[in-house]
């Protein structure tokens, strides 16, 4: 007797957006020490949003999740009843003002405020990868049966390194000078089982190659007392390590007989570091896979780097354009490609037609 092998699908993407809107050049002027240095040409970024700091507005890291995993619900087939597991991936576990939590886990607490009382909950830790480990995991989960419905959720407050970073950065080749390039966001997303290829997720591969993890490093200010991001830029974006997927993702396709351009892919989704590296990333590919890439949706210009929602925010302004110019029809297949201090990437391929946005 043939036995089907259990699948799972991108069902619903919510997200939550603070109001508060910081352009760059406001915040490079909160930078005395950069001078003359022009960071929306560099970055791309022209502004982001950041979070309200009164513990009244509900916008620290547990809010923000908060408000996104019910923005998915809200647009999903699903009740938090339903939900089997809550992984949470945020980096900033800031609750109740600015308090940093590891217990009790972020995933625990959300899942209680949600209702989904009878639901697993577990965090994650992986930096920028963390949402993409999680939906690795829920996948994993869903295909061995141990569990049905499941929700991976995120809040960030990234903008906590970039306000570190405009009092210390010294020039564009300071180690802090990315941090002026994130924005604060939550993402959720919620997987169930998979009927047929038209809304799948045919699989989640992920590589870590740890001997470059101190290329970007996040702790307390060497100076202050804030929070910092320490990157090496130049080496972090080298070719070489551009390279990383590209390679990685051939050698999976090639144990599976495919290639790259056999994948047929209609959108793939860079980790919304800069609109350079998009860029120059997409270049290094096609290059590797000696093949063209497809359009590659991007919110970098108006969010910023988001830290772990970077994908599923663009995912999800990408579906809710719908069929318009600039937007997908149904049924479109994406690839979404993490590149994560550690340095983490891989790669994540699904086709979706009816995910609630």
């Known amino acids: 007797?043939?036995?089907?092998?259990?699948?799972?699908?991108?069902?619903?993407?919510?997200?939550?957006?603070?109001a508060g809107v910081l352009t760059t050049p406001e915040l490079a002027a909160l930078a005395p020490g950069l001078g003359g240095a022009d960071v929306e040409r560099i970055t791309g970024v022209a502004e982001r949003r950041v979070h309200d700091p009164d513990p009244a507005a509900g916008e620290d890291s547990f809010g923000m999740a908060l408000a996104a995993a019910r923005d998915c619900l809200a647009v999903s087939r699903h009740r938090a009843a339903d939900l089997d597991v809550v992984i949470s991936a945020s980096i900033t576990r800031v609750k109740d003002g600015s308090r940093f939590h590891f217990e009790p886990s972020f995933a625990g607490m959300l899942a209680?405020?949600?209702?989904?009382?009878?639901?697993?909950?577990?965090?994650?830790?992986?930096?920028?990868?963390?949402?993409?480990?999680?939906?690795?995991l829920l996948d994993r989960m869903i295909r061995s049966g141990a569990v049905r419905t499941g929700m991976v959720v995120s809040g960030e407050q990234a903008t906590r390194v970039a306000s570190t970073a405009a009092a210390e950065v010294g020039d564009s080749y300071d180690p802090q000078?990315?941090?002026?390039?994130?924005?604060?966001?939550?993402?959720?997303?919620?997987?169930?089982?998979?009927?047929?290829?038209?809304d799948r997720i045919h699989y989640v591969e992920l590589m870590t190659c740890s001997e470059y993890s101190h290329l970007c490093m996040g702790m307390p200010s060497d100076r202050t007392q804030g929070i910092a991001l320490y990157t090496d830029n130049k080496k972090m974006h080298d070719r070489e390590r551009l390279k990383l997927w590209p390679r990685f993702h051939e050698d999976f396709l090639a144990k599976n007989g495919r290639t790259f351009a056999g994948e047929e892919f209609d959108y793939v989704i860079q980790h919304q570091?800069?609109?350079?590296?998009?860029?120059?990333?997409?270049?290094?590919?096609?290059?590797?896979?000696?093949?063209?890439?497809?359009?590659?949706?991007?919110?970098?210009?108006?969010?910023?780097?988001?830290?772990t929602t970077s994908h599923f925010l663009t995912l999800r302004e990408h579906l809710r354009a719908g069929a318009s110019a600039r937007g997908a029809a149904p049924g479109a297949k994406y690839l979404l490609v993490p590149a994560a201090s550690g340095v983490v990437t891989g790669a994540l391929s699904a086709t979706i037609t009816s995910a609630g946005v």
């Open 112 to 136: 209680k405020e949600l209702g989904a009382r009878s639901a697993l909950g577990f965090d994650v830790s992986n930096a920028c990868a963390g949402m993409m480990t999680g939906v690795w």
């Open 177 to 198: 000078f990315a941090s002026l390039s994130v924005g604060d966001s939550a993402a959720a997303v919620i997987l169930d089982a998979s009927a047929d290829a038209a």
């Open 1 to 18: 007797m043939r036995t089907t092998e259990r699948r799972s699908r991108i069902e619903a993407l919510g997200a939550f957006l603070p």
């Open 273 to 307: 570091v800069g609109s350079r590296f998009i860029d120059y990333v997409n270049q290094t590919a096609e290059a590797e896979f000696a093949t063209p890439m497809p359009p590659s949706p991007r919110v970098v210009e108006r969010y910023g780097n988001t830290a």
